[in-house]
C-alpha cells in the first residue's frame, strides 16, 4: 500500500502500526504472515551505487515490481535494454532479497538515509 500527500514518514508508521494490531487481535503472528517493507528511497540508493541513470531509476521500479509476480528470465531483456548489465541484475536481485535491516546496511553503508527511513519506521 502507498501513502501519497503526507510528508514524512509517520503516516507509513502508523499504517504498519495499525496492521501489527489487527494480526494480534485475530490471531494472526509473526509466524503465520511476515510483513514486507518496500522503499523507493531505498532502491534509488541501491541503483545509484550500482550505476543505474538516475533516468533509468523509474523504468527499473516497474520492472522490479514486476519480479513479484514473474520470473527474473521473463524480464532479463527489459532490464537489459535499460541498461543494466548482468553484474548489476545479478547484484539488483540479491540486494532485494535482503531480509533483515543489518543486511541491508552492509550493503548500503550505515550513513544511508534512505536506511534511517526504514529504522525509524520499525
Not at 541503483?47 to 528470465?73: H, I, S, Y
Not at 532485494?96 to 538515509?113: R, V, Y
Amino acid at each position: 500500500m502507498d501513502i501519497w500527500g503526507v510528508p514524512g514518514i509517520e503516516a507509513e508508521a502508523e499504517l504498519l502500526s495499525a496492521i501489527v494490531t489487527f494480526f494480534k487481535r485475530v490471531g494472526i503472528t509473526s509466524k503465520d504472515v511476515g510483513i514486507k517493507v518496500n522503499s523507493r528511497a531505498v532502491l534509488s540508493e541501491v541503483l545509484t551505487a550500482m550505476g543505474v541513470p538516475a533516468d533509468k531509476f523509474a523504468a527499473t521500479c516497474v520492472l522490479v515490481d514486476k519480479l513479484e509476480k514473474v520470473k527474473l528470465d521473463d524480464i532479463r531483456g527489459e532490464m537489459q535494454e535499460l541498461g543494466l548489465t548482468d553484474e548489476i541484475i545479478s547484484k539488483l536481485v540479491a540486494t532485494l532479497a535482503i531480509k533483515d535491516l543489518d543486511a541491508l546496511e552492509q550493503t548500503l553503508g550505515n550513513d544511508s538515509k534512505a536506511l534511517s527511513q526504514v529504522t525509524a519506521i520499525l
